[in-house]
């Protein structure tokens, strides 16, 4: 667990991927990480594409939290076009 917390502090303010332990994915701007949850705030166009801001704009929706017990990835945004 403290490897996700790490690995969202690094990331905070970037756009990520989330894996969880569900198989759901979330996408969106990490506003907030405490020592058991993350929260992210998801980008616009996530039905739709990746989520980065171009249909919708950024910041749409409300944060998220999502307890990092359940987190079984974090991707940076900027890579999921490669």
């Known amino acids: 667990m403290s490897h996700y917390y790490g690995i969202c502090q690094r990331y905070h303010g970037k756009v990520v991927s989330i894996s969880?332990?569900?198989?759901?994915k979330h996408v969106g701007r990490i506003v907030r990480v405490s020592p058991?949850?993350?929260?992210?705030?998801?980008?616009?166009?996530?039905r739709g594409g990746y989520g980065y801001g171009f249909?919708?704009?950024?910041?749409?929706?409300?944060?998220?939290?999502i307890p990092l017990a359940f987190i079984t990835g974090v991707v940076l945004g900027g890579l999921l076009f490669w």
């Open 20 to 24: 969880c332990r569900d198989g759901r």
């Open 55 to 65: 249909y919708g704009g950024w910041g749409w929706g409300y944060p998220i939290g």
């Open 36 to 46: 058991r949850m993350v929260y992210i705030q998801p980008t616009g166009g996530v």
